[in-house]
């Protein structure tokens, strides 16, 4: 206990520094774990690889709950489809091409190739969900919706062929298409169906059961492990089954979902903390030499080759350009799950097992090393982000009927300007059962309340509590942030000037002089965009007009309905 207590206190002091030096965070539990090894200063003598594949499918099961509850069902909208052909063609093509190549590169027989590339095959959720949020960078939501789901729903495909092929190597026997495709339909189909109605179960739980506030996050975290369980009982995939039930509770307008929300962050890096320093001292460093230069070409046909290909097919039904294509290859990181997955064969006992483990774990350290430190540099080169909106700091649910007018929330916004005023019709306005505008609770300055009044000039710095319809939040953080939102970073990406998504395209034309050829009265600006971008746009594609360059700048479902214009740019 002692020795736990103090190498996840110095694996999170150690976070600190990592994070200024642009690291992963994952990778300085994978170091304090190999330095606390038995080659390392620690001399800790761990070889139990079943204890280290429980707890690392313990800690995924955790960490597959938290991603659930942080994605988005909207981005479900332009990233569903991309993120299942990835998930499930883009694995198999992965491993095939992994396979080959490492069967060729290390003179073993194919089957021993593909269970290498299966292993590999499939990016890590853990990694995927901690580098995107602490990046400090803002994907458009293709992108982003894209990678979360995708390492959310592609572990089911690449341990349906680990255990497969492991099978086989142990019995011998011949691959049967049927059985593979048979046994995949019924992951897939056991996983989403129990999955589903587990977080409906559990949600209904939720706003049934009263309990003490830090209960909750215990009560979905001891769901989350049943379902994941009972799941992988029946023959289901229990991994897609805990993020689907995490989604659909993350989705579901709970009161108590903020303060749930921080309790779950803790409990899901605390189990990324526990499992990569499980398996940080499973390793032995000295042997991961043997094989480091075939691990290095595996690696690097991995990252340059295998995934850019896979991804690139994956992805040609649908309306990605090229650098969004190659982002999504380059954030095809590995982490735990293949790690994880290495341990199928160890345990098994096959004769090739520590070969493909040492293997597996090097290409895991230098895709974390040159991908998961290179996320951000390599997002704003392909210019693949768009600034992060102005969003409350605090938000706390009243009444949780979010498809009512009635719903009601409670939301803290911080001041990031001089000079701004507080609209008389918000200042003056008293509570009512509809919360048809914005209602003024408390503004704080200096830590002191102020007394408020049309006349009030905000300062930066300070903070307003306001009761809002969940509808009118993106309004007011932007009122609240009017001269940041006109800084020259925002001014460069979206345009000097606003305008709505239904504006007559004839009149744009006329104003800043493009041609009308082509131009009927009906052509709205948002059509345009829609024309030349297809049906899957997100807030930041954008497109040409004459001497205009016209982005999107909200969007309410489907449709656009403010679009950013700037004159005289050439870039696109």
Known sequence: MFLAGVLLLVSILASSLTVRAGLPLLLVFLGVGMLAGEEGIGQLDFDNSGLAFFVGNLSLAVILLDGGMRTKTSTFRVALWPSLSLATLGVVLTTAAVGAFAAWLLDVKLIYGLLLGAIVGS????????????????????????????SGANDPMAILLVVMLTGLLQTADHLSVWAFLAQMFQQFALGSIIGLLGGKLLLLI????????????????????????????VGGSGFLAVYLAGLTVGN??????????????????????????????????????TH??????IAAFLIFVARPLAVMICLLPFDFRWSE????????????????????????????ANLLFEITFTVVLISLLLQGSTVPLVARWLKVVVPPAP????????????????????YEFFVQADSLHIPASVVQNVPSATVSTPQLVALVRDKKPMVVNAETELKAGDRIWMLLHPDDVNEVALRFSQQTSESFLLQNFFGEFSIRGDASLLDLAK?????????????????LLQRQLGKSLVVGDRARFGNLRLTIRQMNGNQIEVIGLKLHDKAQ
């Open 325 to 352: 294509n190659f982002y999504i290859s380059w954030v095809g990181l590995r982490g735990a799950v293949p790690i994880v997955l290495a341990l199928y064969p160890v345990i098994a006992g096959l004769t090739n």
């Open 391 to 410: 969003a409350p700091t605090t938000r706390f649910s009243l009444i949780d009927d979010v498809n009512s007018h009635y719903s009601l929330e409670l």
């Open 292 to 297: 480091g230069l075939e691990a290095l070409a």
């Open 123 to 150: 990016t890590d959720a853990a990694a995927v969900f901690s580098l995107l949020r602490n990046s400090g960078v803002r994907l458009n939501e293709r992108v982003g919706g894209t990678l979360e789901i995708e």
């Open 511 to 527: 104003v800043y002089g493009v041609p009308l050829e082509g131009i009927s009265a009906e052509d709205t600006a948002a059509e």
């Open 206 to 233: 939720l706003r049934r059961v009263p309990l003490v506030e830090g209960l909750y996050a215990i009560l979905i975290i001891s769901f989350g492990l049943a379902v994941f369980s009972g799941v992988n009982m």
């Open 252 to 289: 579901g307008h709970l009161k108590q979902l903020e303060s749930i929300s921080k309790v779950m962050d803790g409990l899901a890096w605390l189990a990324q903390a526990g499992m990569f320093l499980l398996l940080g001292l499973l390793v032995t460093p000295s042997s991961l030499l």
